[in-house]
């Protein structure tokens, strides 16, 4: 039972566009969400989050959005730049603490 | 350097024998998370302990696979008897405890293969 889904396994987006990725949730019970980014044979690292109390949260080129009703939130990035190539993941806390990932987003960067 | 510290970065094993993976939070954090990645996968939750208590295992195997947090000392995730299917990286995460909105912050993750 995949309670955090991240639906598009990759993306590729023309440096300078914006890049926007979409996570879907099931348990109305998230009150807190994460994005992370991963490149290969790393750790992932925290991008951004939002609170299930908002609808928006920007952290220079990041922005969240946040629809509660759709249990849909998205993830973008403008402008997009090479770097911005990797894994990206999608997570949800629950009322417990306990954290769920979605199986990631892989996006190119196509200069 | 007060990051997640996770060791040993690479280790390989043969089937039947023991992994033990450590996991140093970050300072201040009295929280630990454990998650798996196999390959091509994502990011799969294992166990979130505290300080000498287990929280939620409900993504443990229910075999051969253990998690402890001391007091002192790093937490650690042990693998008995390990089998191939196990080869993955395994990923540590810290908090600094529960509270609603707080970040987890992962390290680097060890890589355990087995031959």
């Known amino acids: 039972d995949q309670q955090v889904k991240q639906n598009s396994p990759s993306l590729s987006v023309q440096e300078g566009r914006i890049s926007i990725l979409n996570c879907d949730y099931t348990n109305s019970m998230f009150d807190y969400f994460l994005w992370y980014k991963k490149y290969p044979a790393e750790g992932p690292t925290f991008l951004i989050s939002i609170s299930s109390i908002k609808d928006k949260n920007e952290d220079g080129r990041f922005t969240v959005f946040l629809n509660k009703s759709a249990k849909h939130l998205s993830l973008h990035i403008v402008p997009s730049q090479p770097g911005d190539s990797a894994v990206y993941f999608c997570a949800a806390r629950d009322r417990d603490d306990k954290i769920i990932f979605g199986k990631g987003t892989r996006l190119h960067i196509l200069p | 350097n007060a990051g997640v510290m996770q060791n040993p970065r690479h280790l390989v094993r043969r089937r039947g024998q023991e992994a033990r993976l450590r996991c140093s939070p970050m300072?201040?954090?009295?929280?630990v998370y454990w998650y798996r990645q196999l390959p091509e996968e994502g990011l799969k939750f294992m166990v979130y302990l505290q300080k000498e208590n287990i929280i939620d295992e409900s993504g443990m195997p229910k075999e051969r696979f253990s998690a402890e947090f001391p007091k002192e000392g790093p937490s650690i995730l042990r693998i008995q008897q390990v089998v191939r299917g196990d080869s993955a990286a395994y990923f540590c995460?810290?908090?600094?405890?529960?509270?609603?909105?707080?970040?987890?912050?992962f390290g680097e993750g060890s890589w355990l293969t087995v031959v």
């Open positions: 995460a810290s908090s600094p405890g529960h509270h609603s909105g707080n970040t987890i912050y």
């Open positions: 300072k201040g954090h009295s929280h």
